[in-house]
Each structure stands twice: as C-alpha cells, then as structure tokens.
C-alpha cells in the first residue's frame, strides 16, 4: 500500500453543529467566541444582561475615565489588560501623542488581548505591552525608561469573563474543568496541587481569611479526608456541599462554594501578596499630581486599598483620596451582572 501523499489537499471538516440558540458547553460557543463574524449573536447576549463568551464587559468606564482624568499626551498603566477594554478607552483619552504601558501575567490572552488592540491601529509606540505580574510595576516602569513615573494608573482585580467562563481554566464550578485557577497556568500550583499538600489547619486559614467562609474548619476537615478525589471543580463542589449542615438552602450552599473557590484562587495566585506589592510601589509609579483608580471585588481587597491609600494621605503620599468607594448603577448592574461587587477607589499623588 502506497503512502499518503502529505502534500495532497485534505479534505474540508464543517465545523460542528452550532446547537440552538443557547448551547451550553463553552467551545460550543463558538459565534460568541467569533464577534467579528457574528455581532448580532454578541448583541443578542450582551442585550439580555449576558456576557458573551470569550468577552469581559468593562466594569465602571466612565467613572474609571472620570477620577483619572486622562488627558492627551500623558502617559498611562494599565496594571490588568485582560480583554482591553479599560486601556482600550484609556488610549483614546491619552490621544496619539500619550503613551500607555499595558500589563497582564495570562499568556493565553494578552497576545489575544494585543493583536485587537493592534489591529485598531494602536502602534508599539502608542501601547507597550508586557506579560509580567503587577507586583513588578516598579521594575517595568524602569525597564520602558519611565523611571520618573507616569500621570494614570488603573488595575481592575477581578477575574476576567475569560478566565470565568472557561471551564478549561478551573475558575467556576458551573462546568467541569481541571481544578486549576492559576492566572498563569505555566507557573506554580494549581488548586489541585495546593489542596493535596496543605494541612487542615492551613486550609481552614486560608478559608476564613482569604474569603470570610464561616464553615471553613468543616471544609477544609472535608477536604482532608477527600485527598486525591478532588482534581475537578464540580469533585470540589460535591465535596464542599456535602460537609456543610444539611439547615442550609440552595442559595447558602451556593454562596459557601463560591466563598471557598475565591479563596483557594487567592490563594493559588498570592493575590493578596501581589496587591500589597503593588500597593507599596503606587506612589513612587506616579508622577507630581497623578492619579490613581482601582476596581475591587470583595472585601479583603477592598480593604486593603483603602488602608493604603489612607496611610498614604497621613503620611503625604497621597493629596486626596476617595471618601468612599464608587459603586455601579442601577443600569450597569442591569446590563451587566457581573459588575454587582465592584468598588472603585481612588487617590491623587501629592
């Protein structure tokens, strides 16, 4: 029998059948993943308060672009590029003559993430892009030659829709996918890895601290004795479930597991340790009179930024800070449901 020739043409594979209008695996989803060959299906979703797939919907614009007050020819940080959305808007502000330096640590969507932002004819010299954990913000600002600082710097904390939606990435236990929730999946533990070395006592920490769960020694006791059968999300979510008290309703049991993935992806991540780094290196990233916003999304980062921007107004770090945190309309909420728990705080260097 004669060898395939490897040059032959092959023959056309039609790509699976879309499944109706609301299919529910995400790579079944693939005009929500394709918005520039399907708009109406991604207005459709976005119309009924959903986040397409594959998409983040940007979270307080308009309030973000306000207490920054980005003007033309300033130079910017964006310390989480995610989908673009914020450096996208950003850009525009900062004009042709302002430069933006764009930061994310997921080497799966910044390149994604820079080639639209490209595409819309944003040049290398216009947008810098790096792949790099936001705690290194001092040494990238060293590293593009902008030791003197910069007049804008917005981080959004949150995890992207992205990350969320796909059940690859071990963020959500609405689908099964590898326990993994690491924002890069080519560094470090994965949630599986971590759970299967730490101790019970440190797990219990880690719940209590990272996300508030007031169950956490019954979790973390359950955790324990599930080693080695808990490698995906839904294996987390039984598990979790099944150690709460049987008085708990649906929507309390739901938002334990909740509680207990945040907790485990702060872990994974060090989030915590990240944001503090950060915190510290702000007001030095900013030049005379520079501006400050970031977006959190529960209340161990929340209350975080608001110590540290508090300490840096005693200590004259900081002229102004926020007196309270800005919180999403009525609207947004609406359209987007996703924005239901960020806040948004601000400070003004000196």
Known sequence: MSEADPNAPQPHRRRPRYRGTHPRRFEEKYKELDPDRFPELVAHVRSRGQTPA???????VEEVLEVLHPAPGERGVDCTFGFGGHSE??????????????????????????ARLRALGYGETTLLVRRTN??????VLHEVGWSDGVDVLFADLGVSSMQIDDPARGFTFKQDGPLDMRMNPQRGLSAAQWL???????I???LAENSDEPHAERIARALCAARGRVQT??????????ALPPRLDEEEVDRNVRRVFQALRVEVNDEFGVLDALLRQIPSALRSGGRVALLTFHSGEDRRVKKAFERGLADGAY?????????PSPEERRENPRSAPAKLRWARRA
């Open 54 to 60: 594959g998409q983040h919907v940007p979270i307080l």
């Open 89 to 114: 808007r950003l850009l525009r502000a900062l004009g042709p003559t302002g430069q933006l330096l764009s930061l994310d640590v997921d080497p799966l969507q910044l390149p994604r993430t820079e």
């Open 134 to 139: 936001f705690a290194a913000l001092g040494a």
């Open 196 to 202: 299967e070395r730490a101790d019970e006592a440190r």
């Open 204 to 206: 219990a920490v880690v």
């Open 233 to 242: 999300t839904l294996q987390l979510a039984e598990c979790i479930r099944a």
């Open 319 to 327: 002229a102004e800070v926020s007196d309270e945190v800005v919180r």
